[in-house]
């Protein structure tokens, strides 16, 4: 399995278009066969700055989801929206002891 979480800073003034941008994804995302989890946060204290928890089944499923119809759109609109580049964070699970 492949967890990550993506940052996305909102460019001045598009926080709310960065908001719906992100919302449009969830549910597309969520019925993708590949995808274990696709949740959307905001920041309390810096509201214009987004995290998207992400899990996928392998890498081939996290491939599909960048093809994807709705990722494109989304892809297409990201440097007009964003006033940074995507971060991407990969995560290593830690089990307990």
Not at 67 to 80: E, G, K, N, V, W
């Amino acid at each position: 399995m492949i967890s990550l979480i993506a940052v996305l800073k909102a460019e001045t003034g598009k926080t709310d278009e960065l908001r719906q941008a992100l919302q449009a994804l969830l549910l597309p995302t969520r019925q993708e066969p590949g995808n274990v989890e696709y949740a959307l946060f905001q920041l309390r204290d810096e509201p214009e700055t987004f995290y998207m928890r992400e899990s996928w089944k392998d890498q081939a499923a996290m491939d599909s989801h960048v093809a994807q119809p709705h990722f494109q759109t989304f892809i297409a609109q990201m440097d007009a929206l964003l006033a940074e580049p995507l971060r991407l964070d990969y995560l290593t699970p830690i089990e307990p002891r």
